[in-house]
């Protein structure tokens, strides 16, 4: 008879390692508590609009055509995939805008146009981060990050001198550029990764590969496509998902977990995976005597930042914004301060605007723009109405200005989602957002580990564990878990 998995948690690492244990002959079941499914990238309609919740970026395509290409399935099989040009547009201020070409002689000419005989260095920036991008996502991150020894292999070794694990990314790359919109651009995909330039390894800047080189793209309808082609194949190999289904203890007898306890009864199974956010898995679902971790450890953590969202429903047509916008008219480093270093309601936020009405006509009406504004905060803030009342001011006045346009006025819909609702709705420790910053001490084996070391078949997997946050990481974290399990129970 086959082994019984149950999964908690239907975001991208739940619905990904449910995949691949189905396909290996497990009878897997997901209890995810929420009525649909994707986690941090859920949807949600209101007056004609569609809103995705979370996520907006969608990088590195290869990780998401290797995926469904381990099932004999392709992208195109689930959802239509469109690469953005200009990829994204950031604003210095009013009058001072970089739109970033998808092309790459027109990238060069770009960097030029800012400093002359940059071109050259980009060129060796991005052959450098090719490099890493290749060993870093076809070596690193399938590494479950268990022992110091899955790294002894000599290649392994050799290619971390090359990957720059020491020197930081703000050193490497105000080394090769002197112009501070190059620097921003080129640190920019970093905050992808929960912490500042400074605190992030050189070996990050295989983001600017996948950024520059690979591109910007979007599944038409929006990013919950994604979530929905997974589910379509999850339920094709078989795997059962039971919505509204919070898992509230794990029933552990002897070192091994028997059951776990729900609003709705309890399920048995062999083997357990938690693919909710690790925290609360392991300090609220586990008695303290069985848990690896203390609450000192977890509060020492850098958590990656939580953020402020707006969902917003614009009755006009918009002008001066494409797709993705990053609005750096503020200072950097002191928004920055305010979220790792002092954490406080930032003073002067950095924001982004997504637009993805301006390529996709189905996610809002006619005539109409769908509008998602984010301000990155640090996490654990007190949140309140007011404060976010305030933020919105603050932003909009803003957008409305460097955009030379009445936007407020126009809102005819507009939700707010912010600390509170993350740890409501995810169980998200401190109302995190994107899980555990990718510093270098949390990094490979100084993560979370993906397999308890006191619960003999009790498993993580997600954001909050290795390889780290964003989408491709969570995919890719739910192939290396099923491996481990496989490992030990296949
Ligand atoms: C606002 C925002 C913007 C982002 N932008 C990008 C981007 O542009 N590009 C990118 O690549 N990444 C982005 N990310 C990061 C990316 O969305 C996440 O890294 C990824 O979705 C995490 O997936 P996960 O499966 O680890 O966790 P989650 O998506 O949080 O999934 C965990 C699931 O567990 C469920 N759960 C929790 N507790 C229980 C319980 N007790 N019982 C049952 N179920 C439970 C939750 O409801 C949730 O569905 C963004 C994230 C946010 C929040």
Redesign the pocket.
Known sequence: MSKKVII?????????SACYLAKSGYDVTI????DI??????KFEAEGFTFD????????PDVFENFFKDFGKRVDDYYDLVRLDPSYRIYFDENDMMDIPASMKELKNLFEFHEPGSSVKLEKFLKEAEYKYNVGMNEFVHKPGLSIFEFADIRVLKSMFKLQMLTSMSSYVRKLFKNEKLIQLLEFPVL?LGATPENTPAMYSLMNYADLALGTWYPIGG?HKIIEGMVHLALELGVDIQLG????SLIVPNGHVKSVL?DKGEFNADIILG???YN??EQ??IEKKKQDYTEEYWDSRTMAPS?L?FYLGVSKKLKNLKHHNLFFDADFKKHAEEIYDKPAWPSDPLFYACVPSVTDDSVAPDGMENLFL?IPLAPDLEDSEEMREKYYQIVMERLEAITDQEIASHVVYKRS?AHRD?KS????FKGN???LANTLKQTAILKPRLRSKKIKNLFY????TTP???????II??KVVASEINKSFG
């Open positions: 908690i948690g239907a975001g991208f690492a739940g619905l990904s209890l995810e508590k929420n499914p994707g986690g941090r990238a859920r919740m979370g996520p907006s970026w969608y990088w590195m992808f990013m289904t919070k898992v509230n729900t693919a909710a956010d609360h898995i609220h679902l953020s969202l984010l989602f993350f709705d995810y169980n998200a957002a994107y899980g997997s997600g954001q909050l780290g946050p964003g989408v491709p990481p969570s974290s739910g």
